[in-house]
């Protein structure tokens, strides 16, 4: 009764969002879109609108973003099962890339600007500060996840392998999380807010919702749960949903660019 | 930062406008009597809030090239305030909504004479100029031309008893003025302390300007203490009640996370905060960083306070 498509009278809202998303220019304009929170702050740097701390500043932002990115990304799967959405799965690689890509100019204002290349203070910084031996713990989960990204990786690792580590997608986002809420100082609104969206996007994969459907027993032997943690749900013969895609992120090998 | 939470109350802000007028237009006259009768302190331009001062610069650095004054905008757009929220930029954004008159401070405790003393009463203390070098606990360091006079001057009109053995001060606690104290960052009110002593050193100061001007809210208006060879918290902002007291008092961040940031808190290159190091600092608007000094480079003014301690143990 909720599937939009069966609406009297309404607009198929989920067919528009996948031909929207399945449309050629959906990949480039969500790249370029992707690349608006550096070229905003490398703006603010250029014309000393980063404040008295513009360095700092850098760190934080860059830092900041690398999380919401991976956050969107791990929203993309509970998004398409509560919307149907089938056309949202072929961006998970691309916003976890760019999840990476800041992680990386995170680092790297860390280590160029904040630390000026001073590799024995960073070493030292790495092994005695814990909140910042999580966050390079988190960094070089996505590090090992882009260098495993591409098609060829995915081949060559094997589906149940090259899923198994992408698993490790959760425990960076916790990592990251903790990494936030270690460095600041008290118990501050923003960090916490953030580690609790990542725990509600991993026990979604434990426990998924559905809307428009009839309850389906969230405890108990009921056709959604599985034993293990779900990279993605069961197919679903509905219409408007993406054929059974090849690849394990969901995308279909079709539409990879 | 995406969550910034504005505070309701801004809502309210027409409605108690005229209270505001009010009460700007009394606390006018009374700064403008006070500014008569002592001559060119404070000296008050036509609109009431834009008061200047005019006064002698006391202490400066050594080396005014090494240690160059911090702009005055970054200094007032870089602040840690936290009851006007955690961000840099909170305090000069939410600051607007702390009314700095009337404004009393209340002194009492381990005192022969315990008084209420007004903020146009403190005015009347004669002000000096210093530039002095802030070290923040978090590794970013300003220097800042201050206007006010010493603590000592206030606390000797009390005349502490033979009990007395450290000072207490306490900031505002006005959820209606400060949206960020129902955060739970911190448990309220603000607080901080000194030994004795070391509110009765010649640096420690009261300050009620900066960069020749009336504070800013977002810096602590209308009156705050300056620790100079202490981290920046110490220097509590917006104060409203000071006691002397026989046992060394609770402190906000000290109750917060007790291995991170102890009573004294002076600052010291060799003893790391427990997350980051103190060895090093960057100085607000310069690229690299530079080497903390020992006591913020006050060493020779207030080592001999801690003559005998172990300041690992005691920091």
């Known amino acids: 009764m909720a599937d939009p498509a069966s609406a009297a009278g309404g607009v198929d809202l989920r067919a528009a969002a996948n031909a929207a998303l399945a449309s050629r220019w959906a990949k480039p304009a969500v790249f370029i879109l992707c690349l608006v929170p550096l070229v905003w702050t490398v703006r603010l740097a250029y014309t000393g609108e980063l404040g008295a701390e513009p360095v700092l500043e850098s760190v934080k932002v860059s ?61 030292k910084d790495i092994v005695k ?63 916490l807010v953030y580690a609790l969206i990542c725990i509600g996007l991993l026990a ?40 059974e895609p090849r690849f394990p992120d969901g995308s279909s090998p079709a539409r990879r660019s | 930062m995406l969550f910034k939470f504005s505070a309701p109350s801004q809502a309210r802000e027409d409605e108690v406008t005229p209270r505001d007028l009010f009460l700007t237009r009394r ?35 050594a080396d005014p090239k090494f240690d160059p004054t911090t702009p005055m905008k970054s200094a007032t757009t870089y602040n840690n305030f936290y009851e006007f929220g955690t961000g840099k930029d909170d305090p000069a954004d939410n600051a607007g909504t702390l009314k700095t008159r009337p404004w009393e401070i209340a002194i009492g405790g381990e005192v022969a004479k315990p008084m209420t003393i007004g903020i146009e009463d403190l005015l009347k203390f004669p002000m000096e100029e210093r530039i002095y ?16 006079f010493s603590l000592a001057e206030l606390l000797k009109r009390v005349e502490p008893t033979g009990n007395a053995k450290y000072v207490a001060f306490q900031t505002l606690n006005d959820p209606k003025q400060m949206p960020g104290l129902r ?16 509110a009765m050193h010649p640096l420690t100061m009261l300050a009620v300007g900066m960069y020749g001007e009336v504070l800013p809210n977002q810096n602590g208006a209308p009156i705050r203490l300056v620790v100079p060879w202490k981290y920046g918290f110490k220097s509590i902002k917006s104060i409203v009640r000071i006691t002397l007291v026989k046992d060394q008092p609770p402190t906000a961040w000290n109750k917060s996370q007790p291995r991170e940031y102890g009573f004294y808190s002076n600052v010291n290159p060799e003893v790391d905060h427990p997350r ?40």
């Open chain 1, 63 to 123: 830092g900041l973003w690398a999380l919401r990115f991976l956050l969107i990304a791990l929203a993309l799967t509970p998004l398409r099962m509560l919307t149907g959405v089938a056309g949202l799965a072929r961006f998970r690689r691309m916003l976890g890339l760019f999840a990476f890509f800041y992680a990386t100019v995170h680092l790297s204002t860390y280590v160029g600007l904040d630390r000026f290349f001073d590799w024995a203070a960073i070493w």
């Open chain 2, 133 to 148: 070098r802030l070290r923040c606990v978090e590794g970013w360091s300003m220097v800042i031309p201050w206007v006010g």
């Open chain 1, 129 to 191: 500060r814990p909140y910042i031996t999580v966050g390079m713990g988190a960094f070089l989960i996505l590090t090992a996840l882009a260098a495993t990204s591409t098609d060829g990786m995915v081949k060559r690792l094997g589906g149940r392998r090259w899923r198994a580590l992408h698993k490790g997608v959760f425990v960076a986002g916790l990592a990251a999380c903790l990494h936030f809420v270690m460095l600041v100082k008290g118990w501050q609104t923003a960090p």
């Open chain 2, 276 to 315: 980051w190091s103190q060895a090093t600092e960057r100085r607000v608007g310069e690229f690299s960083r530079r080497k903390t000094l020992p006591f913020n480079g006050y060493g020779e003014e207030v080592a001999s306070l801690y003559a005998g301690m172990d300041l690992k143990a005691n920091y």
């Open chain 2, 183 to 198: 955060s739970w960052v911190l448990d309220w009110p603000y607080t901080e302390g000194l030994r004795l002593d070391e």
């Open chain 2, 27 to 61: 606390s006018l006259m009374a700064g403008g009597a006070a500014a008569m009768a002592l001559g060119s302190l404070p000296v008050w331009s036509g609109n009431a809030l834009a008061a200047s001062f005019q006064v002698p610069t006391t202490i400066k650095p």
């Open chain 1, 204 to 243: 979604f994969r434990r426990w998924p919702i559905r809307l428009g459907r009839r309850k389906e027993p969230r405890f108990g032997t009921g056709p959604v749960r599985t034993s293990s943690v779900r990279t993605r749900p069961a197919a679903s013969p509905r219409s408007g949903e993406a054929p």
